[in-house]
């Protein structure tokens, strides 16, 4: 480790300047004095520091927090560490003089309980606004856009977006058209390549910051799949579209976003921009990837919205001090290169607050990268990790008292405050890793498929229900045990979507199951948790994904449903689909899948018949009461899997 420089640096007053003199408690946490362009708040604090070039530059960044502020199993407060070494971070460097950013890489927020008790807190009072003060009061300089921000609609998102200190940043998505309710604030669109303190609380294309007396730019890029992971976004995202247009059958982009990066790379070059900084939400697969080798003049790119993360092979104090049981994927930072051969460095942070990525790097006065600092890596959002940077410090470091207040007052709603009542319990741990439920069935995944079949059975006992399928995206953290809490049931079933029941033929039944399989062994949020069914898949095979009907199956090997009666019918055996694909069967889903959502078109195209009036998560907790009198017992791997991959 670097010995620390007992240097301190200038500080010039924060162009952010909270107004604490207004009467509302609100305005201490979404008012602010209009910013100058110099963004001055980014330059070290103190005395003088020895040199006016400052060659280092400090990133913080984290993504994919999906206001997953506690953890709903061991109820950590997670966001209270993450503000604290935040804070701590920023602190350490100012000692050497290294300036310091902070930046978010997209799905700030999830609608679960804690995105929904803001509408419960007078001073935020509307669903997201906690997150927004949260990101506020940590200092937060940009966020480049993910999807979940908009999964609560286009109008949450204008009332977020008019709230925050900073800018939401994509080349991809065209705002001029959004259609908004009466009463909604108007997303403000700034100029692009402009200093992001002039772009506060508007959607832009990129900004520029004045960090430490050098322009750092910034540029985003929202998921080329947009648009098939958010719930109808015809009716949610009323005139929402990509730059350029998208494809009317698969949602995808019909300009790729790497010539509109490029764009925005020559504007802040333009400006005399010599650093900046790739902030994409590819996710785990992208029909239009954004390599480094495709680009130039990106430096930085903090990706976002994949499983696993990069850490260096050994912890250091609290630099790359990782969770018990985390293994990265990769090293941090990533090196590539880019079109024209300069270095490229990637960067990512594990989700839900669970670690503050720290990239320290060094750049001549060209902005080319000279070396990277040994101390860069994650850090675990953990006691251990506070007190060890405490300790570093030479004194505690504690979390700030307007973060530690907002998220008091998220705590005491009645939102919150319900969802300790204990629901059950479970003789094994439920498994909802992002990465076994987009892979493989799990426990988790065949309870939330049961409870699906079994409450639409129960509600419609007419209808005949044969099926359920549930996306594996659709499951978004485990439920440890042996105590099952409402809250963990919430975590893990975040979007709360009703369920749908429909009427499929056997060809719609194929293309739906193709697509469920399409896409391993990338770890998309389609693949499928079933009940009712049992598939036999070859990956090897080429993937079919986004199709209204099918007749000759690619990967599915074996098809064999249950229907209602018990009696069974296999529809694809051997390759080869069998029967008549006219034959109809009942499926029970979610309203997410049943609008197309995860390029699952064939049921889009079927026949709607009922939508339950309540939500997945209260459907679980009434199957795990009523249906398996409140203890759950399922083995975790499963002894018999209902999906199996041949290859």
Same mark, same amino acid.
């Given at each position: ?245 998208? #494809?009317? =059958?698969? &949602? @995808?982009? *019909? !300009?790729?976003?790497?010539? +509109? ?6 504007? $802040? ?68 290169? #880019?079109? =024209?051969? &300069? @270095?490229? *460095? !990637?960067?990512?942070?594990? +989700? ?6 720290? $990239? ?72 909802? &890793?992002?990465?076994? !439920? ?210």
């Amino acid at each position: 480790m670097n010995i620390f420089k007992k240097c301190l640096c200038f500080f010039p007053a924060v162009a952010l300047t909270v107004l604490f003199s207004v009467n509302t408690e609100s305005a201490d946490y979404f008012s602010w004095v209009p910013a100058t362009c110099d963004d001055s708040q980014h330059q070290p604090a103190g005395a003088p520091c020895p040199h006016s070039f400052h060659s280092k530059l400090q990133i913080l960044h984290s993504s994919d927090n999906e206001s997953s502020f506690q953890d709903p199993n061991t109820l950590e407060k997670k966001i209270l560490n993450y503000a604290t070494l935040e804070d701590g971070l920023r602190k350490l460097a100012r000692r050497e003089c290294i300036p310091s950013i902070h930046i978010t890489a997209g799905d700030h927020t999830i609608p679960g309980p804690f995105y929904q008790c803001a509408s419960e807190v007078s001073w935020l009072g509307a669903p997201g606004l906690g997150d927004i003060a949260l990101y506020n009061a940590m200092g937060l300089d940009a966020n480049g856009m993910g999807n979940h921000e908009f999964d609560g609609g286009i109008n949450d998102f204008a009332r977020m977006l008019d709230r925050a200190h900073y800018p939401f940043i994509a080349v991809n998505l065209d705002f001029s058209a959004v259609e908004l309710e009466d009463g909604t604030p108007q997303i403000r669109i700034g100029r692009d390549g402009m200093a992001c303190s002039l772009s506060r609380g508007k959607v832009v294309k990129s900004c520029w910051l004045n960090v430490g007396g050098e322009k750092v730019g910034l540029i985003g890029r929202a998921p080329a799949d947009f648009f098939n992971v958010i719930k109808d976004p015809t009716n949610t995202l009323p005139g929402l579209d990509f730059v350029g247009g998208r #494809d009317p =059958v698969t &949602n @995808q982009p *019909l !300009v790729s976003a790497v010539g +509109q990066v490029l764009e925005q790379v020559d504007l $802040l070059e333009g400006k005399g921009v010599k650093r900046i900084i790739l902030i994409d939400h590819a996710q785990d697969f992208t029909g239009d990837p954004l390599s480094a080798s495709t680009l130039r003049g990106i430096d930085v790119i903090v990706a976002a919205g994949s499983t696993g993360f990069m850490a260096k092979a050994e912890a250091d104090g609290p630099f790359n001090l990782l969770r018990e049981g985390d293994v990265p994927g990769a090293d941090y930072p990533t090196v590539r290169t #880019d079109s =024209v051969g &300069n @270095q490229v *460095l !990637v960067v990512n942070s594990d +989700q839900q607050y669970r670690y503050i990525g720290n $990239l320290i790097v060094e750049f001549d006065r060209e902005g080319r990268i000279v070396s990277v600092d040994d101390r860069s890596g994650p850090v675990a959002t953990t006691a251990e990790a506070v007190d060890a940077l405490g300790d570093l410090l030479g004194r505690p470091i504690r979390t700030p008292a307007r973060v530690e207040k907002i998220f008091s007052a998220l705590e005491e709603t009645p939102t919150i405050q319900d969802a300790f009542a204990v629901i059950g319990t479970t003789t094994s741990p439920l498994n909802g &890793n992002r990465a076994d !439920v987009r892979s493989r069935e799990t426990n988790l995944g065949r309870l939330a498929a049961d409870s699906t079949l079994w409450f639409t059975r129960e509600q419609f006992p007419l209808t005949g229900v044969d099926v359920a399928l549930k996306n594996g995206g659709g499951i978004r953290d485990s439920i440890l045990g042996p105590s099952i809490i409402r809250l963990t049931v919430e975590a893990a079933l975040a979007f709360d979507n009703k369920l749908a029941v429909l009427e499929l033929t056997g060809d719609q039944m194929v293309a739906m199951m193709e697509n469920a399989v399409s896409r391993v062994p990338s770890l998309d949020g389609r693949f499928p948790q079933i009940a009712g069914m049992f598939l036999e898949y070859d990956a090897s095979r080429p993937g079919i994904e986004g199709q209204a009907s099918l007749t000759t199956p690619s990967r599915i090997k074996t098809l064999i449903i249950t229907h209602h009666d018990g009696t069974t019918d296999t529809l694809v055996n051997n390759f080869a689909l069998q029967g008549d694909p006219a034959r109809t069967f009942i499926l029970a889903t979610n309203d997410f899948l049943s609008t197309g959502g995860d390029g699952y078109a064939s049921i889009a195209a079927a026949t709607k018949i009922e939508t339950t009036a309540i939500g997945e998560q209260e459907i679980l907790e009434v199957y795990i009461k009523e249906r398996l009198g409140g203890a759950v017992d399922l083995p975790e791997p499963l002894a018999s899997p209902r999906v199996v991959r041949l290859n």
